[in-house]
T-cell receptor
Framework: GAVVSQHPSWVICKSGTSVKIECRSL??????MFWYRQFPKQSLMLMATSNEGSKATYEQGVEKDKFLINHASLTLSTLTVTSAHPEDSSFYIC????????????FGSGTQLSVL | RKEVEQDPGPFNVPEGATVAFNCTYS??????FFWYRQDCRKEPKLLMS???SGNEDGRFTAQLNRASQYISLLIRDSKLSDSATYLCVVNKQNFVFGPGTRLSVLP
């Protein structure tokens, strides 16, 4: 089956630093990737949709200058949390939509971010 | 009204029980429907797509009623390993996740 690789799995950082999370589709081309955030015991919340070669579309309430998304190739999207603060601590998950994979979403394994 | 709503749960059932999950969606133009399962602090994994004619995969049966904008998932002969959160997902232009229903299968 399709594989999406996300790393790092776990990040602990100091407040004010920036953290980059990578999401790669390993065996298919992903024209669209999605970034989600999930707080404990809550559902997945879509943060943004990124299409290869164009600017990401952010959901209402998500700061685009804080959560920088780059989707420079068909197999790689990155999310950078700039100047992270403790309230940004969360589980971040990416997913990819393949061009020929019947609309199914494939998820990365997630990144647990803890900001001290 | 939320775009996708599910039973609030949690469901605590004994091994071997049959359990049903319900989901409703608000956008009548939604095109495709899925059930995912998510274990704690893991990524969601596709359980099955949901088709208008209904579909079955082993112990799992999914139903879709477009007129009522309702989706269901039935798990028969539940196993301990079925314990997870079950997410209803509806796709129009974006994939919208329901809040999930937590299932605990007890020995």
């Amino acid at each position: 089956g399709a594989v999406v690789s996300q790393h790092p799995s776990w990040v602990i950082c100091k407040s004010g630093t920036s953290v980059k999370i990578e999401c790669r589709s390993l065996d298919f081309q992903a024209t669209t990737m999605f970034w989600y955030r999930q707080f404990p015991k809550q559902s997945l919340m879509l943060m943004a949709t990124s299409n290869e070669g164009s600017k990401a579309t952010y959901e209402q309430g998500v700061e685009k200058d804080k959560f920088l998304i780059n989707h420079a190739s068909l197999t790689l999207s990155t999310l950078t949390v700039t100047s992270a603060h403790p309230e940004d601590s969360s589980f971040y998950i990416c997913s990819a939509l393949g061009t020929v994979l019947n609309e199914k979403l494939f998820f990365g394994s997630g990144t647990q971010l803890s900001v001290l | 009204r939320k775009e996708v709503e599910q039973d609030p749960g949690p469901f605590n059932v004994p091994e071997g029980a049959t359990v049903a999950f319900n989901c409703t969606y608000s956008n009548s133009a939604s095109q495709s429907f899925f059930w995912y399962r998510q274990d704690c602090r893991k990524e969601p994994k596709l359980l099955m797509s949901v088709y208008s004619s209904g579909n079955e995969d082993g112990r799992f049966t999914a139903q879709l009623n477009r007129a009522s904008q309702y989706i269901s998932l039935l798990i028969r002969d539940s196993k301990l390993s079925d314990s997870a959160t079950y997410l209803c997902v509806v796709n129009k232009q974006n994939f919208v996740f329901g809040p999930g229903t937590r299932l605990s299968v007890l020995p």
